[in-house]
């Protein structure tokens, strides 16, 4: 499976973005999804991950309630709703996928690794 993001950009705190992954193939019930961010100087973080089933989703609490991660099967394509974004919320966007089916929190808290990866894009918080 490949994975291409977009939809990164400059947005002023408290703007929104829409973040969006295009994958080759279908995710639904095949692939486990996650979003991860690396901020400048720091390790890379999971922001939201959703089970290859598509009933789970886990948010890292500081974006949990201002992101929304969704699919759309028949566009093959993952969604990253940003809300409320915050200077902190500033890095490089990546969305990743496994074919497992592991819990949710697994893939975001590094517990299983996301394998392939997309280039990424950019997202800035500044005023």
């Known amino acids: 499976i490949q994975l291409t993001e977009s939809g990164g950009g400059l947005v002023q705190p408290g703007g929104s973005l829409l973040l969006s992954c295009a994958t080759s193939?279908?995710?639904?019930?095949?692939?486990?999804i996650g979003w991860f961010r690396q901020a400048p100087g720091k390790e890379r973080e999971g922001m939201a991950c959703m089970k290859s089933s598509g009933d789970e989703l886990y948010y890292e609490p500081s974006v949990d309630g201002r992101f929304t991660m969704s699919r759309d099967d028949a566009k093959k394509m993952v969604y990253l709703q940003m809300d409320n974004l915050e200077p902190e919320d500033s890095g490089i966007y990546y969305c990743?996928?496994?074919?497992?089916?592991?819990?949710?929190?697994?893939?975001?808290?590094?517990?299983?690794?996301?394998?392939?990866w997309g280039h990424g894009t950019q997202v800035t918080v500044s005023p």
């Open positions: 990743a996928a496994d074919p497992s089916g592991f819990p949710a929190n697994y893939y975001c808290t590094g517990m299983i690794s996301f394998d392939p």
């Open positions: 193939e279908t995710t639904s019930n095949w692939y486990s």
